[in-house]
């Protein structure tokens, strides 16, 4: 298996809801990575775990709660979110020693 | 941290055409990727090039460490090669540069 897999691919909800988006990665990486990206922008990084630990939080609001359960899988809680976290979400991961990154197809997220 | 600028912005191209997108950086990195972003929003790795030269198929690319940039090659191209692509650089804190928006009409 060498893909980063993220669901869902496109999510709706409303400022009051909670959901929670997933990346998943069968390739033994040891870093992955959440990152934002609005239309006709680059991607911006907001977490980064390595060996499942939080090492990098880019001053992101509380509002999105990162959780890496295991190796394998990383969550992006979502709550109480503004109509302006309307993007697309990327995930990525790393192989040691964490130069590389491989990106996962993105989850197209709209508040209403 | 480290500023990322990408030339030219937009670019169209004939298909068939060959094509230089610059990538320019402010500090020294020492791991650069360069990806495609089609328009359904997937990047593409296309290349991991932190200096040097490497080729793939009508794509290569070279980056010049000590001057603080790299350059991407795209030779006689296709309809397929529309999209963004984009370098980035940074030890896990990667920054992305701003991208270049490319067309290619048949």
């Known amino acids: 298996d060498t893909e980063v897999t993220q669901t869902p691919k496109h999510l709706v909800m409303g400022m009051t809801n909670k959901k929670s988006l997933k990346c998943e990665q069968h390739m033994g990486h040891r870093a992955m990575y959440w990152y934002k990206q609005k239309a006709k922008k680059p991607p911006e990084l907001m977490f980064v775990?390595?060996?499942?630990?939080?090492?990098i939080n880019e001053s992101v609001p509380s509002r999105f709660s990162p959780e890496c359960p295991n190796s394998s899988l990383l969550n992006l809680h979502l709550h109480a979110l503004q109509p302006e976290d309307s993007a697309l979400y990327l995930c990525?991961?790393?192989?040691?020693?964490?130069?590389?990154?491989?990106f996962g197809p993105g989850t197209r997220l709209t508040v209403t | 941290g480290i500023q990322v600028e990408q030339s030219p912005p937009d670019l169209i191209l004939q298909e068939g055409a060959n094509s230089t997108l610059r990538c320019n950086f402010s500090?020294?990195?020492?791991?650069l990727q360069w990806f495609h972003q089609n328009p359904w929003g997937q990047l593409i790795n296309l290349f991991y090039?932190?200096?040097g030269t490497k080729q793939n198929g009508r794509l290569s690319a070279t980056t010049v460490a000590t001057e603080r940039y790299s350059l991407l090659y795209i030779s006689s191209s296709q309809t397929t090669d529309s999209g963004v692509y984009f370098c980035?650089?940074?030890?896990?804190?990667?920054?992305f540069g701003t991208g270049t928006k490319l067309q290619v009409i048949p």
């Open positions: 990525a991961s790393s192989p040691p020693p964490f130069y590389e990154q491989y």
């Open positions: 980035a650089g940074g030890y896990q804190k990667v920054t």
């Open positions: 775990y390595s060996y499942e630990k939080l090492s």
């Open positions: 500090d020294s990195v020492n791991n």
């Open positions: 090039i932190p200096s």
